[in-house]
Each structure stands twice: as structure tokens, then as C-alpha cells.
């Protein structure tokens, strides 16, 4: 169905489980790990409205400075967009 070249391209939008976390490895980079809350609602079999809240923990990932300016910024329930394209699959 897909040839090859095809795209892998994920966007989270939600809210930060948490303040995000900052490290920083011996050469000085950053490198944050921060956790998504998302919500699914739907309705069940007897039409019912369903609401679940999961949270998702990023991996930790190397961030460029223009980044890490706005991570130190972000606190616990901010609204976020995360893009991932760079998937193993």
C-alpha cells in the first residue's frame, strides 16, 4: 500500500504531565525529557460519553538552544505540540 519513501510523521497536542526535565550531558548539550497528558473521548455501546487522560513520556532528546529556552519556561499543564518525524517505522 505504501511505496518506498513514504513519510512517518506524528503530532501530539496536549498538555505537560509535568514540569519538563533538563539535563545536561558532560559537553554541555541539553537534553529534556518531558511527559505529554493527552484525552480520548468517545462514546461506548450504550452511548455513554467516555473520557480517559494517558500520559505519554517523551524520550529523552537533544534540544537546540532555541529550544531550551522556552523548555525552561513551560511548566506542569501548559499547552504543547509535539512533531515527531524521525519513527522506526
Known amino acids: ?6 513519510l512517518n510523521k506524528v503530532m501530539l497536542m496536549g498538555r505537560l504531565g509535568a514540569d519538563p526535565e533538563i ?3 558532560p559537553n554541555g548539550k541539553a537534553v529534556t525529557t518531558a511527559s505529554l497528558a493527552t484525552n480520548r ?15 505519554n513520556p517523551s524520550p529523552p532528546d537533544q534540544i537546540p538552544p532555541e529550544v531550551q529556552s522556552v523548555a525552561e519556561q513551560l511548566s506542569d499543564d501548559a499547552e504543547v505540540v509535539q512533531y515527531n518525524d524521525d519513527l522506526p517505522f
Do not use: L, P, R
Open 1 to 6: 500500500m505504501f511505496g518506498k519513501g513514504t
Open 23 to 25: 539535563k545536561y550531558t
Open 41 to 55: 473521548v468517545w462514546k461506548d455501546q450504550s452511548g455513554e460519553k467516555v473520557e480517559k487522560t494517558e500520559s
